[in-house]
Structures are given as structure tokens and as C-alpha cells.
């Protein structure tokens, strides 16, 4: 069983920055590509980045490219999300996954709880 936990959301300013940080366990992290989810209120959860087993490649979502980086520490078992200039928009509830396979692609199986980032104007 996999257990993910994500940490680092909470409130801030539009134009501000936080980084969402996500910490896996029960299974060899290093081996998987990892994701970050949004779920805006009253909205469906919608893709935000992902990142393959080495970080050597990534994938955005047009409304955070530019914006948003996400990164691995793979010593630490552990997923990051640093998101600046953000807009209320980008208010939600944020959620990392990972997939049975150490590449880009389709499909998570396993989730974490959320975290919730509200951005105020």
C-alpha cells in the first residue's frame, strides 16, 4: 500500500508564491512518476504537472506552464509543486498521485488527501 502526504498549502496573496510538498511511502519512490491534481471548488479535478522516476522530463498544464515547477527529491521520497504568480484562480484543493510505471502518461492509482490553497486578491 502507498501512502502519500501532502503538506505546504494554506493562504496567500495573488502574485505570491507557496510550494506544496508531498512525501510518499510504502513502496520504492524512486521507481514511479509522480503527479499534482487540482480540485477547484464546485469543479471536477483536473491535471496540473507530473514528473518521471529521474525528473528528467516533465509535463504542465497550459494554465500553470510558465508558473508552476514541479520537482523530486528522490533521497527524501518526496514530490514538490513551487507555484508563483499566483491568481485566485488557481484556488483548490491540490492533490499528488503516482502511477504504476516510472514514465509520463495515464492512469494514477494512488492518491494523497489534499491540500488546500486559497489565493485572495
Known amino acids: 500500500q502507498v501512502q502519500l502526504v501532502e503538506s505546504g498549502g494554506g493562504l496567500v496573496q495573488a502574485g505570491g508564491s507557496l510550494r506544496l510538498s508531498c512525501a510518499a511511502a510504502?513502496?520504492?519512490?524512486?521507481?514511479?512518476?509522480m503527479g499534482w491534481f487540482r480540485q477547484a471548488p464546485g469543479k471536477e479535478r483536473k491535471f496540473v504537472a507530473s514528473?518521471?522516476?529521474?525528473?528528467?522530463?516533465?509535463y504542465y498544464a497550459d494554465s500553470v506552464k510558465g508558473r508552476f515547477t514541479i520537482s523530486r527529491d528522490n533521497a527524501k521520497n518526496t514530490v514538490y509543486l513551487q507555484k508563483n504568480r499566483l491568481k485566485p484562480g488557481d484556488t483548490a484543493i491540490y492533490y499528488c498521485a503516482t502511477r504504476a510505471s516510472s514514465e509520463l502518461g495515464y492512469g494514477y492509482n494512488y492518491w494523497g488527501q489534499g491540500t488546500e490553497d486559497t489565493v485572495c486578491t
Open positions: 510504502g513502496r520504492t519512490f524512486s521507481s514511479y512518476a
Open positions: 514528473i518521471n522516476w529521474s525528473a528528467g522530463s516533465t
